[in-house]
């Protein structure tokens, strides 16, 4: 069964930091890259930081420099630390595997508004 729960958004000022945590269902954790995807209001959702399963990771400029994805393979969690927040990063956040397929479960998403 596929789980995925997404926690730690929450309201927070320009250049403030936070930290979001998924848990994932076993199987995906351990089959699939995880990755945090990214909703701003009228946009797409978009890929902003993936973690492969050797601990590898890349970003998306945006967030490059600012954000930092990790596993913990002993509690199948994906975490996202969020540094220098900016009012773009506003949105709802999402962890899933990547790369999608387009028929994929998703969780509820953690809502990150950053004011300016």
Known sequence: QVQLVESGGGLVQA??????????????????????????????????????????TNYADSVKGRFTISRDNAKNTVSLQMNNLQSEDTGVYYCNKWPLTGSDYWGQGTQVTVSS
């Open 15 to 56: 250049g403030g930091s936070l930290r979001l945590s998924c848990a994932a269902s076993e199987r995906m954790f351990r089959m699939y890259t995880m990755a945090w995807y990214r909703q701003a209001p009228g946009k797409q959702r978009d890929s902003v930081a993936r973690i492969f399963n050797t601990g590898a």
